[in-house]
């Protein structure tokens, strides 16, 4: 027992004196996944500030998993930071993991994806993602003519809040219109029991998520776009739209439909204006993608944690229910790019080098 005790006591001096020797970390980030662009773009645009600032941040990735993603927390819980800027990869499971970073004092900020069923959040930094879906549902609408166009429709992960949120809005838009006739919807029988309610229950979008879930996966995107148009008619094949919710699944479901030869043309929403998705619309391959200016959202994000650290007031727009409270929210606008903007909006706006693509 004795030699134990030494040993701990050791081990906390050797620990103690680490963290002396790094500095305290002040900010601490925890990122889901740096396997998807969206996300290893966010790690980037947030070192673009550290020359900043002389706080002390660390970032560090989830590896999509729960349980990376607490042991991510507990580690800057450990090295005394003040603020913890999350992206949780389970909206439901990150709760835990926030909890503890709360009983100790910290600031939680939920960054992009809300986490949900605690108390323990008290701001909220997202893009308006209500907005993102109407604006991939209108786009289709925008394109569609007569009556009878096949849809296709699919989400993202159902333990991702945004991707409730998303379909809400892309619903909003392509509900009346399916109910008028304009669409019909090819691979959901959920959504089309559904097909007359203007506005859905969270229970009636997760029947519906659930059929249609690519899990922000493009393996999973890619077979299920396969499963439907192998079920598919012919008469439910030609001509055809697509809600696809972001860029990495839209270029999987893009791959599956070009190889069809039924199919004769298709229009496919996306969201994150990933320099791939971005090359897909300049070659037509992609219809549009939604761009959310990172930039601004970890600018806002980062502000606020300053604010936090120098004990300034926080100013909120408005406020997300997460399931238990209302969170404090900033909201950034989203910006629709197709072919005709995509130059000024992606190159000539500095959001993406032209070195990163192939002109015509
Ligand atoms: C984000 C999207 C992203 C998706 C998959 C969502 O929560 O808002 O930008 O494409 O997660 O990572």
């Not at 949900?116 to 879906?133: E, L």
Request: with cysteine.
């Amino acid at each position: 027992m004795k030699k134990l005790i030494v040993f701990m006591v050791g081990l906390v001096a050797v620990m103690t004196l680490a963290a002396c020797g790094r500095g305290q970390v002040h900010i601490g980030i925890v990122l889901p996944t740096n396997e998807e662009p969206r996300w290893v773009q966010d790690e980037q645009r947030f070192r673009d500030l550290l020359d900043e600032t002389s706080y002390n941040v660390e970032i560090l990735f989830s590896e999509g998993s729960s349980a990376t993603e607490r042991s991510n927390v507990e580690s800057l819980i450990a090295q005394g930071i003040d603020v913890l800027i999350i992206t949780a990869h389970d909206g439901g499971a990150a709760a835990a993991a926030v909890e503890l970073a709360k009983a100790e004092g910290i600031t939680v900020i939920a960054y992009d994806r809300l986490i949900t069923d605690t108390d323990a959040v008290d701001y909220y930094v997202t893009f308006d993602s209500v907005a993102v879906g109407e604006a991939q549902a209108q786009y289709l609408v925008d394109q569609a003519e007569g009556t009878g166009n096949p849809l296709y429709l699919y989400a993202g992960a159902a333990s991702d809040n945004n991707a409730f949120l998303f379909f809400e809005g892309a619903w909003n838009i392509l509900q009346p219109k399916i109910a008028d006739g304009t669409f019909y919807v090819v691979n959901s029988s959920q959504a089309v029991a559904l097909q007359d309610q203007a506005e859905l229950t969270r229970d009636q979008m997760a029947n519906i998520i659930g059929q249609i879930t690519t899990d922000w996966n493009f393996n999973t995107a890619m077979n299920l776009a396969d499963a439907h148009l192998t079920n598919a008619s012919a008469a439910d094949k030609g001509d055809v739209f697509i809600l696809a919710p972001n860029d990495g699944t839209a270029r999987a479901i893009a791959n599956t439909f070009e190889d069809d030869t039924e199919i004769t043309s298709y229009l496919i929403t996306g969201q994150d204006a990933e320099i791939a998705s971005i090359q897909y619309i300049i070659d037509g391959r992609q219809s549009m993608t939604v761009l959310k200016d990172v930039r601004v959202l970890v600018q806002e994000a980062f502000n606020m944690a300053i604010n936090v650290l120098e004990g300034n007031t926080i100013e909120t727009t408005g406020s997300y229910h997460n399931g238990e409270i209302d969170v404090p929210s900033v909201q950034a606008e989203v910006l629709v790019v197709d072919q005709d903007n995509v130059i000024e909006a992606i190159i000539e706006s500095g959001y993406w080098d032209e070195d990163e693509f192939e002109l015509e």
